[in-house]
């Protein structure tokens, strides 16, 4: 029999070390952060060596993009985390207690770290700190902002691998080859009539399962190849290549929400918040039923695009109107 999935890989655990009194704390999620945060400092490091954060009569130095980079790492992790808070949790317990925001232990008292996080909170986060420092320091505000925005991509690629490392933000099911049974993702009924079809198709045997977990899209995975490595190679190459400071913002706040916006289709949406907009509301999150029906996620990446072609159209404007006035 062709066995058309994936198990997910037994040895990988969320923790580096299972099982070790201290060393059992140290998870890959929070590693991959070290990582992801490495690779965007090298990347404004190259960026600052090619000069293309200098100024006229200014010429940028490593501490700078060191300091410029720490105000954004810090803006960022609070903006993740209090937006995963206040956004993504329905039950109401961080408004009534908010100081368990950043308690890194849950209920019975095991440290999870900071569980939660979300991406376009970090974004927010780390765009008000990036702008809160070229402020203060009286810096060009989107030269600076447009070398972050070249480092993000290669750095999220990361954060996306350690999603994958947690088996959490999986997909819906799929009949794909590749698709993956993730241990934590929810189970149905094997006595189901599509549940019996779907598994004949990719030779899944039921006969010793009451409830079963089919296979999922990675969709963690995709994320990270479309929304990490391919933007990040695509920004990189436009590095050089801006017309206008503000110019790489917008294109890759725009190319992030258009990539993501689709591969939200693949990805499951969260269980107690379903869709945001649905053609049918009693559509099933674990399969794509209509192109119509949006997750929290497509909802934010769409103002994440009308947000990108803002600052982009703006930005140029006003270069524009800048290099008229000083031909005058």
């Not at 590749?178 to 079809?197: H, K, L, N, T, Y």
């Not at 190319?255 to 689709?262: H, L, Q, T």
């Amino acid at each position: 029999m062709n066995f058309l999935y994936v198990n997910f890989p037994s040895w990988i655990h969320p923790e580096i070390f299972p099982g070790l009194p201290i060393l059992g704390l140290l998870r890959w999620y929070g590693l991959m952060y070290i990582f992801a945060f490495g690779t965007a400092f090298f990347i404004l490091k190259k960026e600052q060596k090619e000069g293309l954060l200098d100024s006229e009569g200014y010429k940028a130095s490593e501490d700078d993009i060191f300091s410029f980079i720490s105000w954004g790492i810090i803006f960022l992790l609070l903006g993740a985390r209090i937006f995963s808070s206040l956004v993504y949790d329905t039950s109401g317990l961080y408004l009534k207690k908010p100081w368990l925001i950043f308690w890194p232990f849950n209920e019975q008292g095991k440290f999870t770290g900071l569980a939660g996080m979300s991406y376009h909170g970090g974004v927010i986060g780390g765009f008000l700190g990036v702008l809160l420092w070229t402020l203060k320091h009286k810096k060009p505000v989107f030269k600076w902002i447009d070398a972050i925005a070249v480092a993000i991509p290669l750095g999220y690629t990361f954060g996306r691998i350690g999603n994958f490392m947690n088996g959490e933000l999986y997909g819906r099911i799929t009949t794909m080859p590749w698709g993956m049974v993730f241990p934590g993702a929810e189970r149905f009924s094997s006595s189901i009539s599509w549940v019996q079809d779907f598994a004949a198709k990719i030779g899944m045997d039921l006969s010793d399962n009451a409830m079963v977990n089919l296979p999922r899209h990675p969709s963690q995975l995709y994320e990270s190849f479309f929304e990490g490595i391919v933007l990040g190679l695509v920004m990189l190459f436009l590095r050089k290549h801006k017309k206008w400071d503000g110019m790489l913002t917008g294109i890759y706040l725009s190319g992030y929400g258009i990539i993501r916006f689709f591969i939200e289709y693949f990805r499951e949406p969260d269980a107690d918040l379903g869709y945001r907009i649905a053609k049918d509301s009693a559509a099933p999150i674990y399969t794509n039923t209509s192109l119509l029906n949006f997750s929290t996620g497509q909802v934010l990446c769409f103002l994440m695009i009308l947000a990108g072609v803002g600052i982009g159209v703006g930005t140029y404007i006003y270069s524009k109107k800048k290099a008229e006035s000083q031909q005058k």
